[in-house]
């Protein structure tokens, strides 16, 4: 079925479109943000993956399995989107920016 996979951007690679899974996708979506705070100066991606683990669906990331990966790949579609925004200095610290995207 084509609608399992969606389309996500890179804002390091701003005309590459990848297809990734998208029970997946939405799920670590909906987990990042509801750990990242509005406004900076915002979370550490380290400080978001501890804090976003207890929000995960089991059945989708058992233990926590590629929720590294997978919470990359939603940073910086978001990023690529303007959902999310990074603090101008080091290091990478991540906040919402209110855009729904």
Known sequence: MADDRIEVLNVNAPHHVTRVDRAKYEAMR???LAVL?????????AEAQAALLPHLDATLFPGG????????CVQLD?????????APKAPVRLHRTGNVG
Do not use: N
């Open 65 to 72: 399995e590629k929720a590294g990966w997978w919470m990359k």
């Open 30 to 32: 909906h987990a990042l």
């Open 78 to 86: 978001l990023e690529a989107r303007g959902v999310l925004a990074r």
């Open 37 to 45: 705070p509005d406004a900076p100066p915002g979370m550490t991606p």
